[in-house]
């Protein structure tokens, strides 16, 4: 779960890590529209292998894509399927089970083969950024671009105790099972029911402390941003050439499509 979760990695010097927080969020986001808008599987494709040999060259470990990319894969598999046997006219194949047949279609596994390629290169692109910019300096960076401050409060406070009710609820799981809760199926379902409550309880009573513990160090409703210091003219070089490639390669496959 630390491993999962943890940002770690981002506070390692490197290249990447180096690069000023409003430009690696620039270019993420470009990257993001360009993949979510392609019209074709080499775009968003070409994004996921360029992401994840990226975070190779940083020797981030493989077993941490692999654990973040795992859940979101097993979700596009499924659409893939749903949209080849629900969606198309054209046969490719078909199978019989029981008195149900099942026909899978060329232009719904085209459809989904594209929706799973744009929902990879997504990810790819946001674990990316995950590992080379912090979370605190990416809601500086959402700051600067005129993102509400109500909802960056919310996020970084969301972002700071989600952590702590993650570890607490770790605990009671781990207490259910040295107490056998889990041993059976009409048991763990009681467990499982009474750990999302507790979990929901201490949630809402960690929100009241932390409040108080706010109000104590002088919080008046408005939580402060530092400054963040000008551009370099480096960073506006890597951003300009950034976008600029991300614009080529987008224009490139809308060119070849048509």
Known sequence: MFELFSDIFTY???ALTRIDPRV???????ALAAV???EGVVLPL???ALCLGGAAALRIPLRLAAMRLAAP???????IVLKGFLTGTTPLFAFTLGTWTFTAKAEGFREGGLLGARVLGALAVVFLLS???PAHRIFQALRRFGLSRDWLEIAILMYRYIFVLMDRAAALAAAQRLRLGYGTPRRALASSATLAGATILRSIDQAERTHAAMRLRGYCGTMPFGPLPALHRRDRWILILALGLISAARLAEWGAGR
């Not at 690696?24 to 470009?30: N, P, Q, V």
């Not at 894969?73 to 659409?79: D, F, H, N, P, Q």
């Open 46 to 48: 070409a994004a996921l």
């Open 36 to 38: 979510v808008t392609s």
């Open 24 to 30: 690696t969020l620039a270019i993420a986001l470009g």
């Open 131 to 133: 590992v080379v910019t």
């Open 73 to 79: 894969l097993a979700i596009v598999s499924v659409l």
């Open 12 to 14: 390692r010097e490197n």
